[in-house]
């Protein structure tokens, strides 16, 4: 599998004085969407597209209320999904309160067969 990049030039966040260098950046050869993928996977399973689609469309409502929950959803050599938050802080445990919450996200951390693929791909210049 070969991922195409092109050549961006970046400044330094935390340095706005230092040089701007190149780098590669991935780039997208466009989007699938939840029906194509059901789609395929119907064609190289013995599912149907619609059954497909039934699976993942509850699968993506049983994710988020799992993680809601404080689960972490382990999905086998997929990988794993579990919420991830950013916080102000406080000076002493007592003043902690949820509102210092200012930011909570899905994380999703692949599963070895995952990694073994991304581990195979090699890279171009678009």
Sequence with gaps: ????????ERGNPGDPTAPKKFYPSIVSSG???????AKT?????????TDTMAVLEALLTTIPEE????????LGDFGSFWLKSSSEGADIPEDVRAEQITTLL???????????VLGGISYEKA
Excluded at 31 to 37: D, E, G, I, P, Q
Excluded at 41 to 49: G, K, R
Excluded at 106 to 116: A, C, I, M, S, V
């Design 1 to 8: 599998m070969t991922v195409k990049f092109n050549v961006v």
């Design 106 to 116: 899905p994380r999703f951390n692949p599963g070895k067969e995952f990694k073994k």
């Design 31 to 37: 989007r699938v969407t939840l029906r194509r993928l």
């Design 41 to 49: 996977i119907a064609q190289i399973s013995t599912v149907s597209s």
């Design 67 to 74: 993680l809601v929950q404080g689960n972490i959803v382990e």
